[in-house]
């Protein structure tokens, strides 16, 4: 018994594959005799045919992933793509320089190192990005003396 053509007008009929249409075996002889799109509609409505449902995925791994992101894991070398000036954003490193370059100024002025004129420069020369780090401040006023 050849149910080809009767296959294919039903998955065209439920959108599915040819592959996920199931029939009733013990209505073999119904779904042989229909002919016209109309007789398979028919025998979909009266469960003679039907189709595989489709298989979700499972997301208790990516649950399980995400958690252990959260705590700080899966962050070794072999996860990183990318160079370390591509992980921490522009803006993220630029807050935590200046905030350590004015810390140190302030310090500095606090010590006596450096007077408030001295300070009020340095403070617009950090801002105009001129310094690397900490010690390249102290290097600078040290060379200014």
Known sequence: MNLRNQRRMAAQLMKVGENKVRFNPERLEDVSEALTREDVRA???????????K????SARIKERLEKKATGKRRG??????????????KSRWISKIRAIRDEIKKMREDGAI??????????????????????VREHVERLK
Do not use: C, E, M, W
């Open 55 to 58: 298989k979700g995925n499972s």
């Open 77 to 90: 070398h072999g996860s990183r793509k990318g160079s370390a000036k591509t992980r921490i954003g522009s």
């Open 115 to 136: 007077d408030s004129s001295q300070y009020r420069q340095i403070y617009r020369q950090a801002k105009g990005n001129l310094f690397h780090s900490r010690r390249h």
């Open 43 to 53: 025998l979909i409505k009266s469960g003679a045919v039907s189709h595989i449902p």
